[in-house]
């Protein structure tokens, strides 16, 4: 579409139209071919926008890992508390859900509690879109259980047996339990971030047991964990810490030594401390064509503000 002018260049009657601009000035085609083929970034400027990405050029809409829902809902608002003609939107989802729309153009910006996976690197490769990752935060995975549990402690390794279905009952893992009652395992759908993260580094890649129940998100976890006193989920701490009316926090170790036995080894009892065994990275990726329209909010997140915005959301800030 040109601006300001219409019809043919030669000046005579276009017969569809009636229109004539054969006085159109060639410095005003020039720029109205450069805006056709550019777009406006998020608060002025231009970019040259993916296909099918950044539709409204002044919103920024982010998508992805619910464990991050809340820090980047925050860092949205302080962005634009500093930038008035921005608006960032942000809906929640799982890192799986972020990734796809990312990579269809559909968001700006994924929020992922992991890496990409082989088959959405493959997906990546097949579109020829170039993604850009960026650390904004660490957290780590809380084990809860309901708060009448007596359970205090849990080792990795025990922890690994009841979510593969091989301890099935609390008197297997604490002595105050005298009474064979079935855990009830709760945990994330397998395109969360959250999950995978437990998967790889608590399973090691061993399957759940028939047994675990997949809930959609971390707030169905900690509901479904809070309505059972038999039950046991895994959410992100940040998460977890904001539910301690509902949930109990298991300390971890590396391991138990025997069956029946406190867990061997020093227990992190902190989310400060860096040893804690299922701290992880969070991060935020973005289509690298989009870079001029992104880059502003990305530095937002990475700079003195935004950082500290993590730690008030009981997350660590990235190194």
């Known amino acids: 579409m040109f601006l300001g002018c219409t019809g043919n260049l030669s000046g005579e ?8 601009f054969g006085k159109c000035p060639w410095p005003l085609l020039v720029l109205t071919f450069l805006l056709v083929g550019l777009g406006v970034s998020g608060c002025g400027g231009f970019v040259d926008l993916a296909p099918g990405a950044g539709v409204d050029s002044k919103r920024i809409v982010v998508l992805g890992s619910d464990t991050m829902e809340s820090m980047v809902r925050n860092w949205a608002n302080g962005y634009m508390t500093e930038n008035p003609g921005c608006q960032v939107t942000v809906s929640a989802g799982d890192t799986g859900a972020g990734i796809r729309g ?13 890496e990409l996976s082989q ?5 990546v490769h097949k579109e020829k879109t170039h993604l850009k990752r960026v650390m904004v935060a660490r957290d780590s995975i809380a084990v809860i259980v309901n708060p009448v549990n007596k359970l205090d402690e849990i080792g990795l390794d025990d922890l690994r047996l009841v979510y593969a279905g091989e301890i099935k009952t609390w008197d297997k893992l604490s002595k105050e339990e005298t009474k064979a009652e079935p855990i009830r395992v709760f945990a994330r759908e397998m395109t ?14 061993k399957p759940f047991g028939p047994e675990v129940k997949l809930m959609p998100s971390s707030e169905a976890v900690i509901g479904a964990v809070f309505g059972n006193r038999l039950g046991i989920g895994f959410v992100g701490m940040s998460q977890a810490q904001g539910a301690k009316d509902k949930v109990k926090i298991l300390e971890l170790s590396l391991r138990t030594e025997a069956i029946k036995e406190p867990a061997q080894g020093e227990a992190s009892r902190s989310l400060t401390l860096d040893s804690y065994p299922l701290s992880r990275p969070l991060y935020v990726y973005y289509n690298a064509k989009n870079e001029g329209k992104v880059k502003p909010f990305i530095d937002y997140l990475q700079g003195e503000k935004g950082r500290k915005q993590v730690v008030e959301m009981g997350f660590m800030p990235a190194p």
């Open 13 to 20: 009657r276009a017969p569809e139209t009636g229109y004539t």
């Open 119 to 123: 088959e959405e690197n493959a997906l």
């Open 102 to 114: 990312l990579i269809a153009g559909e968001i700006d910006v994924a929020s992922a509690s992991r």
């Open 192 to 205: 969360s971030g959250t999950a995978d993260y437990f998967r790889e580094h608590v399973m090691q890649d």
